[in-house]
């Protein structure tokens, strides 16, 4: 750290993203992205023309992908931001409605606590219930910022619609934030409600069920007022933040539903597979709505069984944070990796016994 360096960002815990190995030889099932490429017609849109194209400037309104998204949800294209990754669109949020603070789980998405650092938002984390669901009535007249990731990460389980509309209508004077990063492999959208609450802004991506992690795509749904500030924060940090190539990504995804929803659809199906396996060999597995696991072992310890899977090529994600220490959270990836994992957990609990 230099000594130019804002005396505020001193003591600024950043994230840390899952590992990134850079060879090819892990089963990477830590950091939830797809198993599956992106659909064929998504990758034949990169083209030799396009990448010649790259010398002008992408379209800052990103009007025809937010055109195609607002087709898909029957909402307007006023209705839709995007920007270069969901991650960006938590960090204004913070920026822009933190002014009183913030709200969110105990155990969630890490960066939460971290754009709160960021941007000096004094935030309180509210403890999940024992079995990790989320007790609505803790987030009731809060008076700050809400934040929740739903389904909600690591543990996978989602709040129910209903619930969600009950913490919208006891905070009207504050804007309710719903992460639905993983909301397509089983939880429910509450993305109808900006119909009805000036309050709700609804985050997506593109990374997990739409198998575009690499192209940094996300988006958000809301009404009107609550898009355009983010528009006009954009506006003020930076207009292009999506590459052109990334917006005609996205257009060729959002016209490609049928095989996102049937590589979804696959997702759920190995999870199950997944999930039975592992209570065979006697793990407590939290039921999912997410393309993950959070799984726990009677017999051997969450960093114990990274370290063992680790050494075996497979990589999966566990948390220094005490009350999860015990568990590790499993991407789910293809039916043949998840069978390479879980043979691999059988041989290392046959090993310490
Ligand atoms: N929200 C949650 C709950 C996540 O787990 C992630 C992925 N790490 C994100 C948002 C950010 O995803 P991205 O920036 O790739 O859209």
New binding site residues.
Partial sequence: MSRYLKREYQALEAYT?GEQPRDAAYIKLN??ESPFPPAPAVTAALTRREAELLRLYPDPTGRALKEKLAGLYGVGAENIYLSN????I?NFAFMAYGRSGAVFPDI??G?YAVFAGLHGVPYEEKPLNGDFTINPEDYFNQNKLIVI?NPN?PTGLSLSVGAVEEILRRNRDHVVMI?E??VDFGGESCYPLIRRYENLLV?R????SRCL?GG???YAIGPAELIGDLEKIKYATNPYDINRLTLLLGEATVEAEDYYREKCGEIIRVRAQTAARLKELGFEVVPSDANFLFVKSGRIGGEALYRALKKRRILVRHFEKERIRDYNRVTIGTAEQMEAFCRAVEEILEEIT
């Fill in positions: 993203p950091t939830n990754g969901s991650d960006d938590l969630t998405y960066f990731a990460a992460d990063a993983y985050v991506t593109f990374s997990k992690a940094r795509l996300g």
